[in-house]
């Protein structure tokens, strides 16, 4: 094998890092914070004892505070924009709108176990999972209301905040509630079909929500 070959296969290659993350996630959005073992994860991700783990993890609270740094802060920079600057309201209303969904909807097909975990820690009494929690989601959440507030729905600004939570209900919930729809159904809901077919709705349903839709005939 040459360097160069080397050198590619060890950049497309998970980081030992990114295979604890990965383990941690799923431990954690089945079982909760207090469910899992640092042995576990350990195990999960192929290392040979927890010595390794430890090497990039000093205990299972970093862990999970890198777990859900690494799911949310992407979703957060959709919505938010990224270093230039804040995304203006124009990119989450007209066409952009679709968009935005489309990567969201692509993230989290990639990802289904963040809005499970995240369901789980809001749960969860302990007050420092919850403080995690808030940390990743409020810049999201502050983003979210002031292009709401700034769109010009039909929506009253005491309205706003339960129009925020049926949005994240539209985007994660589908997600977040699969294990459940596929008992429900006796279909996968995470199969390419069933998620294009949710995209759709959540688009149709999202733009309807915020008075962006095509006039329906009555």
């Known amino acids: ?40 994860i350990t195990a999960d991700a192929g290392l040979k004892n927890q010595a390794s783990l430890y090497h990039h993890f000093r205990n299972k609270r970093a862990i999970y505070e890198a777990v859900l740094a690494r799911g949310i802060a992407p979703i957060v920079a959709l919505v938010t924009g990224d270093a230039s600057g804040p995304r203006p309201v124009a990119a989450l209303t007209g066409p952009d709108l679709e968009s935005t969904l489309d990567r969201i909807c692509d993230y989290l097909a990639v990802h289904p176990h963040l809005p499970r975990l995240i369901e789980r820690a ?14 990743h989601l409020r810049p ?47 279909d996968d809901p995470l199969a390419p079909a069933a998620v294009a077919g949710q995209r759709r709705f959540m688009k149709a349903a999202v733009a309807e929500l915020l008075g962006l839709g095509p006039e329906r005939e009555t």
């Open 1 to 40: 094998m040459s360097a160069r070959t080397a050198a590619v296969r060890a950049r497309e290659a998970p980081s030992t890092r990114d295979a604890i993350l990965d383990a941690a996630e799923r431990r954690f959005a089945e079982r909760g914070f207090a469910g899992v073992s640092v042995r576990q």
């Open 140 to 186: 999201l959440y502050a983003q979210g209301m002031h292009v709401l507030a700034s769109a010009g729905t039909r929506w009253t600004a005491a309205e706003l905040p339960h129009v925020a939570a049926g949005l994240y209900h539209l985007i994660f919930g589908y997600f977040a509630n699969a294990e459940l729809l596929a008992l429900v159904t006796q």
């Open 122 to 135: 809001g749960l969860d009494d302990s007050r420092y999972l919850r403080g995690a929690v808030t940390r």
